[in-house]
Every structure is written in structure tokens, then in C-alpha cells.
């Protein structure tokens, strides 16, 4: 879809958590001293913000991946991939002994469900403030940004720089991180995981969760529920977003899939979309991509490769 004409040459910045994900497809998760012998394996990068920015690249949205990759094998897998899918990086580890997380994925083969582990951002450093202030060039000609509350001090930093210059700033919301109520002043549009729980507020899966959530900050805040409709608060009211309806026989795989939903969200608001018509965009790419294996399965297959 061409960009807008009353608004830039449309790219998009994505600040957050990059991984190596280690992904096997088994007929079912082993159970303790149990071992399995899994269909199949892929190795590639994942993370939000790095599955995020790739689906952005795939939309025709020119992106950048600011992240933490450091120097050394795993990280040199990282970069090449993410450069094979077209992402510009910037790295606030450059010259730095290190290497990103790993994340092992087992993904059951009858249902496409997965389960997950992985370090995340635990054990990295977390001053990468000053790092990503020394970047802030990035957001020269960036008409959005998404962050996805890892890496929080370069998330701050960029998205309170983002925020003064009028550039919409969209939080992938996969969980409460301690410190996210210091991001969350910056942002203008919060898309919620099904799991994410306000500290004290235990199991609310009320439309009053969006409406806290937005008193802290976002004009919009959306919430996914799985193959289920997407509940949106806007200040006029809320509305929701129902998915394309998708057999259970056609469900690959659901890795990846929020990811890809936040991505293609950052894509069109990117594009000058407002963040209700970005969302609506948005949710028939995530539901496509649950048909193919991977987070990005569904660009291979678009590609024919």
C-alpha cells in the first residue's frame, strides 16, 4: 500500500529484545525425565522487536532494530539473519564481548501451541540509556517508533525523544516489567498480550485494565486474546477487532504471532494510518501467519522460498 501523501516516506524504528531462537516441532511437550524426538528444527533470530521489525521490512516499511547484540558467535548468527530479512541495526553492545539470549521453542505439531524458555533480557546490562542516547540519530526520518520494554533505559530514552518530535510511539505490551509506568508516559498507542496483568490487579481481563492503562499515558491501548477479538479503548469509548476466522486444522504454528501483529501495527502507523485502522490492517497479518511455521513462515511462503 502506497504511503500517504500528506506524511513522510513512511519507516519505522523498533528498540527492544533480539534472541537466537532454537525451535523444534514435537508431537507433544515431554514431560519430566521424558525425552522426545522432535518432526523438525529451526534455528533463527527471534525476540518482539526483532520478529517485529522483520514483519515491518516484509510490509514494504524500511526499518531500523535498535537492540543489543555484542560481539561474538551467536551474535554474529543474529545479524545475519536480521540483515538477510532486510534490517537496517544498530547495535548498543557494538564492540562489546557478548552475545544475545537463546530462546528454546517446542512447538506442538497437532495444534501449533508452544511452549517457550528463554532468558530474555535477564543478565544483560541495563544501562544502555547513555548508549542509546549517543543513537538518537536513528529517529531522523522515522514516522514511528515501537519498543517492546526490554532493554527499558535505551526504551526511555528513545521513546521520550520519539514523543517530543511527534512521533507516535507504539509499546508491544507482552508483560508488566518493573519500570514500565516511566516508558508508558511516552507512549501513544499500547498493544496488550492477553497476559498482561497491572502489578496488584491479579486475573483482569476487564475492559477497565485498557482504561488504567491508559491513565498512565497511551491515548489508545488495545488487548489480544488469542484467536479471540482484539479489545480496543480509545478516548471516545472501547470497540474491538475480530480476527479472520481460522480453522483449527489450518493453526501451524503460534509462535511469533504477536510479534507479527505489533509489527504490522508499527507498519501502518508508519504509514500514517490512525492506530484503530493500523490494528485492523494488522490483525488479518497476524492470523496469516499462524498457517506457516515460525514467526516469519509466512514471508517465505509469500516469496514462494
Excluded: Y
Excluded at 501449533?112 to 530474555?120: E, L
Excluded at 469509548?237 to 503460534?254: I, Q, R
Amino acid at each position: 500500500m502506497p504511503d500517504r501523501p500528506d506524511v513522510p516516506a513512511a519507516r519505522l524504528v523498533c528498540c527492544g529484545l533480539t534472541t537466537l531462537d532454537v525451535v523444534q516441532v514435537v508431537d507433544a511437550v515431554p514431560g519430566p525425565d521424558q525425552k522426545v524426538v522432535a518432526r523438525d528444527l529451526h534455528v533463527t533470530f527471534g525476540g518482539p522487536a526483532a520478529n517485529a521489525a522483520a514483519t515491518a521490512v516484509a510490509l514494504g516499511v524500511p526499518t531500523t532494530l535498535v537492540t543489543a547484540l555484542g560481539e561474538g558467535p551467536i551474535a554474529d548468527l543474529v545479524r545475519a539473519g536480521l540483515r538477510a530479512a532486510g534490517v537496517d541495526v544498530v547495535d548498543l553492545l557494538a564492540g562489546q564481548s557478548a552475545d544475545p539470549p537463546v530462546s528454546t521453542v517446542l512447538v506442538t505439531a497437532a495444534t501449533g501451541q508452544r511452549a517457550v524458555a528463554s532468558t530474555n533480557a535477564t543478565g544483560r546490562p541495563d544501562d544502555l540509556g547513555p548508549a542509546a542516547g549517543a543513537a538518537l540519530d536513528v529517529l531522523a526520518g522515522a514516522t514511528a517508533l515501537l519498543v517492546d520494554g526490554h532493554h527499558l533505559s535505551a526504551a526511555r530514552v528513545l521513546a521520550s525523544a520519539a514523543h517530543a518530535r511527534s512521533v507516535p510511539v507504539l509499546l508491544d505490551g507482552g508483560s508488566w516489567k518493573p519500570g514500565l509506568d516511566g516508558l508508558l508516559v511516552s507512549v501513544d498507542v499500547a498493544v496488550l498480550s492477553g497476559d498482561f496483568r497491572l502489578p496488584g490487579r491479579g486475573d483482569d481481563t476487564s475492559d477497565a485494565l485498557l482504561d488504567d492503562v491508559a491513565a498512565l499515558g497511551p491515548s489508545v491501548v488495545a488487548r489480544s486474546s488469542g484467536s479471540g477479538p482484539v479489545r480496543v479503548r480509545v478516548p471516545a469509548g472501547h470497540d474491538e477487532v475480530v480476527p479472520p476466522a481460522l480453522p483449527p486444522d489450518d493453526v501451524v504454528d503460534t509462535l511469533g504471532a504477536g510479534d507479527v501483529l505489533h509489527g504490522a501495527i508499527g507498519a501502518g502507523l508508519a504509514r500514517g494510518l490512525d492506530p484503530v485502522a493500523a490494528l485492523r490492517e494488522a490483525v488479518p497479518v497476524a492470523t496469516e501467519s499462524c498457517r506457516h511455521a515460525g514467526a516469519l513462515g509466512w514471508v517465505r511462503a509469500a516469496r514462494g522460498v
